[in-house]
């Protein structure tokens, strides 16, 4: 019965091997390598081989002893199924022995030689069956080949994702493009981006406008337009238009490069679970082996000294082989750096990228976020945001503003120019005075104009309305009359009031803001977004000082995230337990302290990565406990005689590949 189950697996191997091989094998959605295909093969040959063997009558060996030489048919017998063992298992036994020569002994491939030498020579020995030794080796090398598989195919969604290193960069010289490598571009050069290019590195346009495809660096399948002036990050695919850039940094220090880095070296900071899994396997492999000579030695011993009984040498061997193959720790130790891996690709592919596993991990017991405010929940940029008690057509009063501001570079000028969408014409505007602390006087088209604070329209003795909302208020005069007021504040980003909402259903349980704002400011955004706590009017060194108090107390009670995006964020986002930077707009300073960066300078992708991680961390519990509970119940199966060698197969391979099916899930995200 075990022999026709046997004989049926192989079967289903076969088909399945043979339609992967020909009918996946050549398709380029496969993704396979030629190292995995040739393991395919193997595997192929070996499962078709065992099975035309199994399938001989044994009348086919016998007639072997008659026509060559007394037992005849057994070495040949032998020496079919030993070369069918060879094709399936000789780089196991190749890696196994150059491991006992580098003094690293106990790994799955000595566990592996031993179990199944092990067994083919006890079939020699009883002239028994070879069917265990090559089913075992051949099943662990599908679970081998699955398990690269599975990494491989991680490690290519990633690879995709982050598939924006420029191969080169456009320089015109005497009017040709030339091809340069982006590593000999210097500072405000001139580079042509062409339409279906990469970006090679950061800059500003200087001519020209376009389309851009963001989605490898932020996750967002929405093109984004860009014109002359805007500042433009390498890694993004230029979808249109022919753009001119002036470079503002060296390939090195550019966007594309610091996002490579992060995710080629997050692999290796591990978290603690990872570092748990190491120093177990170094710990549990040699037990088990030590073990396995114990159960293989002493049993017979006992019995022939103490108990006067036959050794049964054959049954006990037989046990510790079988206990051997059990042992294999590969479910644990392949599984959850994969799970890691495959989180940290799950997350890249949202927009959100984690510089190392151990963050993975923090994040996921994350329970307080403290926000910086400007840049972080609010756009950073000055908007007009509301006209009141105006006299004239509210265009009109715009107009007269930016006109009256134009000659000024402060924000709040800019911002009134943004509104009157237009380059204003100086030529316009004469006898400009600006009065500091008050605002400006001017006169447009012939009309007098003044535009400024409360302290302005008080100077020219001028009444005016008071505003009550918050933020930079621009009073206008006309000819000496009031004309109402502009309200210029920075803008709450679309998505924060969502974001905070988000955090709540993802378990966190308190948020605070942080700024240096003044209080009545702070206070207006913090109830519009609805957080929890917020301190205002703050210095950077003030910001840390906040963290640290709010970190004692929370001492035991959940981690401590920080949400920040400028230069002055840097040292609070290193003092945290976690820090998370803006990608997008956030300065070089920010994202180089941050161990967690959000490409597309979203606050609702925090709580998405909060998910992720606690996603991930659950299938890592899952599969410890998964992999320990089969293992340990096999084992003790197995030294009772209960386990055979067949049951070693799953608790070894089929765990395997049940703890990787669980540990690509974190490649899959939901949507919020």
């Known amino acids: 019965m075990q022999e026709i189950i046997i004989n049926g697996l192989l079967a289903v191997v076969i088909a399945a091997a043979v339609v992967m091989r020909f009918f996946i094998g050549t398709r380029e959605s496969a993704g396979m390598t030629k190292k995995q295909k040739t393991m395919l093969e193997r595997i192929l040959a070996a499962a078709a081989l065992l099975l035309v063997l199994q399938l001989l009558p044994a009348e086919v060996f016998a007639g072997l002893d008659r026509i060559l030489f007394p037992s005849a048919g057994r070495w040949v017998r032998f020496a079919l199924y030993f070369a069918d063992y060879l094709i399936i298992g000789h780089d196991i036994l190749r890696k196994a022995w150059k491991g006992i020569q580098n003094k690293q002994v106990f790994d799955e491939n000595f566990l592996m030689a031993v179990a199944t030498v092990g067994a083919m020579a006890l079939a020699i020995y009883e002239n028994g069956d070879y069917l265990e030794a090559i089913a075992v080796m051949l099943f662990y090398q599908i679970g081998e080949w699955f398990q ?130 190491s120093k177990f396997a170094k710990i549990y492999t040699p037990a088990v082996c030590y073990s396995a000579l114990a159960l293989a030695l002493l049993p017979p011993l006992v019995r022939m000294l103490a108990l006067g009984q036959p050794a049964a040498w054959g049954t006990w061997i037989y046990r510790a082989l079988t206990f051997l193959v059990i042992s294999c720790p590969c479910a644990l130790v392949i599984s959850i750096p994969l799970s890691f891996f495959a989180g940290i690709g799950g997350a890249s592919a949202q927009g959100v990228l984690v510089k190392g596993s151990n963050y993975l991990e923090i994040l996921s017991q994350t329970k307080t976020i403290v926000f910086d405010k400007t840049g972080t929940l609010t756009q950073g940029v000055f ?48 006898d400009i005075e600006e009065i500091s602390g008050n605002g400006v006087l001017a006169k447009v088209d012939g009309v007098t104009v003044a535009a400024g604070n409360d302290k302005l329209m008080k100077r020219l003795g001028i009444s005016y309305h008071e505003c009550h909302d918050t933020g930079t208020i621009i009073h206008m005069a006309v000819n000496g009359a009031y004309a109402g007021h502009i309200v210029i504040s920075d803008i709450v980003k679309p998505h924060a009031k969502e974001a905070i909402r988000a955090l709540r259903r993802a378990g966190v349980d308190q948020t605070v803001m942080l700024t240096g704002d003044a209080d009545s400011v702070a206070q207006s955004v913090a109830s519009s977004l609805g957080i929890d706590a917020v301190y205002s009017e703050l210095l950077p060194a003030d910001k840390v000082t906040k963290v640290e108090e709010l970190l004692q107390k929370r001492s035991g009670r959940g981690k401590l995230a920080f949400v920040g995006d400028g230069i002055n964020d840097a040292p ?101």
């Open 148 to 277: 690269s598989y599975a990494v491989g195919k991680s490690r290519r969604n990633i690879s995709e994702l982050m598939d924006i290193r420029p191969d080169y960069a456009n320089v015109e010289r005497d009017g040709r493009l030339e091809q340069v490598d982006p590593d000999e571009v210097e500072i405000g050069s001139v580079i042509v981006v062409q339409p279906g290019e990469k970006v090679p590195i950061d800059g500003v346009i200087v001519e020209g406008a376009s389309s851009l495809n963001t989605s490898a660096l932020t996750g967002e399948s929405l093109p984004r337009e860009a014109k002359a002036g805007d500042e433009i990050i390498s890694g993004c695919i230029n979808m249109t238009g022919v753009l001119k850039i002036e470079t503002t940094k060296e390939f090195g220090e550019s966007t594309v490069s610091k996002i490579l880095d992060l995710v080629e070296n997050a692999s290796s900071r591990k978290s603690r679970s990872e570092d748990f899994i």
């Open 383 to 430: 908007e007009v945001n509301g006209i009141h008690h105006a006299a004239l057509d509210d265009a009109k009063l715009i107009e007269y503003a930016a006109l009256a501001e134009s000659a000024s570079s402060h924000p709040i000028s800019k911002s009134l120019q943004r509104a009157y969408g237009k380059e204003p014409d100086r030529t316009r505007v004469s």
């Open 572 to 672: 609070v986002l290193s003092r945290a337990d976690i820090g998370i930077a803006m990608g997008a707009m956030g300065s070089d300073a920010a994202i180089e302290a941050a161990d967690i960066v959000l490409m597309d300078d979203d606050p609702l992708k925090i709580a998405k990565a909060i998910r992720i991680s606690r996603k991930c961390l659950r299938i890592v519990y899952q599969n410890i406990v998964l992999a320990l509970g089969v293992k340990f119940a096999c084992l003790v199966l197995g030294a009772l005689g209960i386990a055979n060698m067949y049951l070693a197969i799953f608790a070894d391979v089929g765990v395997m590949i049940l703890a990787v099916l669980n540990a690509i899930r974190c490649l899959f995200v939901k949507k919020l």
